[in-house]
């Protein structure tokens, strides 16, 4: 398996409470609740498990009819008796344990695995809308945002009362600069439940983007008030002081992001070019180099930064 480190965003991951049909097994309803326990009390391991039984109990080996001359003429044809090769799911809850599953495995930083899971799930429902918006989050994640764009789009068709599929969303608009979609989105979002610590960190992100700098402050704090665990929020207010030119409030929320989240390439550079406009090009370099580490492909950027950063210090000595 292969584990990413994605950036902390304004994404959601919605996973509803799924209701077992009739036909549902004892042993699956059990293990889904489980699971669901132990993801919200952040016990993935256990919780990647727990659905793992909830999907095996859910579904049953498929009855193949087979002859004597069939099984003679596998044997000699060397064909494998897989007996995966013979499961079939016989209760759409299946479809619920693998989008579970797949939520469990992203928050364990699995991507490929949780977009296994989420595809599983949607070859046996594909109108399970919470599954279009987990596979929309990791395309986001790996930066491929027409189709991350694409499966939130799906997930509102089917259900245009979810939230957190237009707050998805908005967040790949404001990434391809279509701030007037993101509103439109993120309206969407108020207009059906309270602004969370996310919607906040985007609206902020949509005013820094319009160099609405004061609005911006203000949405950002807010998300970092409602939610202290928020990089996005103080890496957005991190950004905004440093365009006020509080370097060192700057330096505060950058350092406070990366606390949260080591993994961020944009708040290594940012906080690096801060450190360089106040003199300290040591603990500047170290960051440089630690934003490169993560995000090679920034490199003709930050250098241009640097340069930028440096004639500022330079036209104020």
């Not at 594909?126 to 596979?135: C, I, Q, W």
């Not at 259900?159 to 979609?181: F, S």
């Not at 993101?182 to 996310?198: F, G, Q, T």
Request: hydrophobic share 40%; charged share 25%.
């Amino acid at each position: 398996m292969r584990k990413y480190r994605p950036v902390v965003i304004g994404f959601v991951f919605l996973l509803l409470s799924f209701h077992a049909t009739a036909q549902t097994p004892t042993d699956a309803k059990r293990f889904f609740d489980r699971g669901a326990k132990d993801l919200g009390q952040g016990n993935l391991d256990a919780a990647v498990e727990d659905y793992s039984r909830a999907i095996e109990a859910s579904s049953r080996l498929g009855t193949r009819a087979k002859d004597s001359t069939k099984l003679t003429s596998s044997a000699r044809d060397g064909d494998s008796m897989n007996p995966a090769d013979g499961v079939t799911a016989i209760d759409p809850f299946t479809a619920n344990a693998y989008a579970a599953r797949g939520v469990a495995r992203f928050r364990q930083n699995f991507l490929d695995d949780a977009l296994a899971d989420f595809n599983s799930a949607l070859r046996i429902n594909p109108r399970l809308a919470e599954a279009y918006v987990g596979r929309g989050v990791i395309y986001r994640l790996k930066e491929d945002y027409d189709r991350a764009a694409a499966e939130f789009e799906r997930a509102i068709a089917i259900n245009p009362r979810m939230a957190e599929a237009y707050q998805d969303r908005a967040d790949v608009r404001i990434e391809r600069h279509d701030l007037d979609g993101a509103m439109a989105d993120i309206n969407r979002v108020l207009a059906m439940k309270s602004p969370s610590a996310e919607v906040y960190s985007l609206l902020g992100q949509v005013h820094l983007m319009k160099a609405e700098l004061d609005a911006a402050l203000v949405n950002f704090s807010r998300a970092v008030e409602l939610n202290p665990k928020l990089a996005s929020g103080y890496h957005g207010r991190g950004t905004v002081l440093m365009k006020l030119a509080d370097l060192s409030g700057a330096i505060a929320d950058f350092t406070r992001a990366l606390e949260i989240n080591p993994d961020l390439p944009h708040s290594y550079l940012n906080r690096g070019l801060a450190l360089l406009l106040l003199g300290k090009e040591s603990e500047a370099n170290s960051d440089f180099e630690k934003c490169l580490l993560l995000k090679p492909d920034l490199a003709p950027d930050l250098q241009r930064r640097i340069e930028m950063a440096k004639q500022m210090r330079t036209s104020k000595n």
